[in-house]
């Protein structure tokens, strides 16, 4: 058939200069298109793998695990870590906006370390590792009340069930230990484990830890009570067999795979655990330097963990609600803490894992200034959301210093806040995340730790 019979003639060739005149603006869209393919796969969220092998972080990072210890009740920062001498000279007044009369803090402070950090008397011991802390004195919240505070702190809503800082951590970067759960909590409400809408297997393991546990008490059913190792070995075998089939010949089931993945890690941590949670392996000179108690047996539990390659460990502190008798109180709560944070630190250090190892320490929100009615010794500090503090040590973290201030009475902080939407965003960043793209879609929506908040504060990363 001739070209004069088709429907859809041939046209002429193009020469060179018609075809960059009608190809130009394309080629230029093309190579648009191509930046900006390239730009938005630069700010893409980060799909991780649903497994607990170890990864490395996308940015770099000194931090490779965490010891959160959660001072539960709320310290008051005017007594422990935010010294307010100014509050003297409105001692027995009533300030406006606030009931009762100003209470200036009965404890002295102290320029401690080669940074000069501010440490209440309350803390001897610490005061000895003032060059390891970072001290944010500007921490500040909405919420003044515990249970919504604490949520918030541990899972980045009040009101949302969402997943625990833990599961996030442990959802980036796996886990080095593969005969111990990745994520380990020491005490403490459930919504400081959850792992909410991530899978399962990065819910934190609840560990009943106390000084002379037994360990089938420590982590109910670590043993079996029907059958030996070597019956145990022989029924997961069977059961991975049969799922390899089921795969093969059905369909893959991610579920199947994580509830015989559970299983494997139960049948080691029969061993694995039982070394582990064991402190009498320790030296009586370590044992001493955490001193007595149930939280120092837990803060040196901690380290042991760490060091088999556990990725977050959760330990509850609490007893700061400190309404009355504050001045009391707080001495006991404070002394429980003082010595095995402080031999946490000094035992991290030398071992050559405080550099690897991020401790956080600290409540849900700080205490009023005032106290209700005359002082005395029954008085003591109501909740306060607007300014609070936290210590951190290791990790990649600037010590020996202060971060941000609070006015003279500690009730507003006045320079460089850090919300608690902050304070998550630098420890995924000391991890090596950035935390806007550490995300988990959910109900078709992709989630994140600081939901749409969060600056790092980079002041104090070293």
């Not at 088709?6 to 193009?14: D, V």
């Not at 230990?177 to 990745?182: D, E, K, V």
């Not at 009391?328 to 404070?334: L, P, V």
Request: hydrophobic share 40%; aromatic share 6%; proline share 5%.
């Amino acid at each position: 058939m001739s070209h004069e019979n088709c429907s859809h003639r041939l046209a002429p060739p193009l020469t060179r200069k018609e075809f960059l005149k009608l190809t130009g603006m394309s080629l230029g869209a093309l190579a648009l298109g191509t930046l900006l393919t390239d730009a938005f796969a630069a700010d893409a969220p980060l799909v991780m793998p649903l497994d607990l092998l170890p990864r490395l972080p996308p940015l770099p990072a000194k931090a490779k695990h965490v010891i959160h210890i959660f001072a539960g009740g709320a310290p008051s920062h005017i007594d422990t870590f935010d010294a307010k001498p100014a509050m003297e000279r409105l001692r027995d007044q009533t300030v406006g906006g606030m009931s009762g009369v100003i209470w200036p803090s009965p404890f002295k402070f102290e320029a401690c370390g080669k940074g000069g950090v501010q440490i209440s008397e309350l803390f001897p011991r610490l005061r000895t590792v003032a060059d390891e802390l970072c001290v944010i004195r500007s921490m500040n919240s909405e919420i003044p009340a515990h249970g919504p505070a604490s949520k918030l702190l541990h899972t980045g809503s009040a009101i949302l069930t969402k997943p625990c800082l833990g599961s996030w951590v442990l959802y980036g970067l796996g886990t080095e230990s593969q005969n111990l759960p990745g994520f380990v909590s020491l005490g403490g409400a459930p919504e400081a484990r959850q792992a909410a809408f991530l899978p399962s297997i990065y819910q934190g393991s609840q560990a009943n830890f106390r000084a002379g546990a037994a360990m089938n008490k420590v982590l109910p059913n670590l043993t079996s009570e029907f059958s030996g190792l070597d019956v145990q070995r022989a029924q997961l075998d069977l059961a991975r067999t049969l799922d390899e089939h089921h795969g093969k010949t059905v369909q893959g089931d991610e579920q199947l795979e994580a509830r015989i993945g559970s299983f494997e890690l139960a049948f080691r941590m029969q061993t694995a655990a039982t070394d582990a949670f064991d402190i009498t392996k320790e030296s009586e000179a370590t044992r001493a330097a955490y001193g007595k108690g149930d939280l120092a047996a837990r803060i040196l539990c901690a380290r042991r963990l760490v060091e088999r390659g556990v990725r977050f460990v959760q330990i509850d502190a609490g007893g700061w609600d400190h309404h009355t008798n504050l001045t009391a109180s707080i001495r006991k709560t404070a002394d429980s803490i003082d010595q095995p944070a402080a031999a946490l630190i000094n035992d991290l250090k030398a071992r050559g894992l405080l550099d690897e190892t991020l401790v956080i320490w600290g409540g849900e929100f700080g205490r009023t200034p005032n106290t209700p009615g005359r002082v005395s010794e029954a008085s003591g500090r109501d909740h306060w959301s607007n300014a609070f503090c936290c210590w951190l040590a290791g990790g990649g973290v600037r010590g020996g210093m202060m971060h941000g201030e609070t006015d003279d009475l500690g009730r507003e902080v006045v320079k460089d806040p850090v919300h608690i939407h902050d304070l998550h965003a630098t420890i995924l960043r000391l991890l090596g995340f950035d935390h806007t793209k550490l995300t988990y879609r959910y109900n078709g929506r992709d989630f994140r730790l600081t939901d749409n908040f969060g600056q790092i504060v980079n002041q104090i990363i070293a």
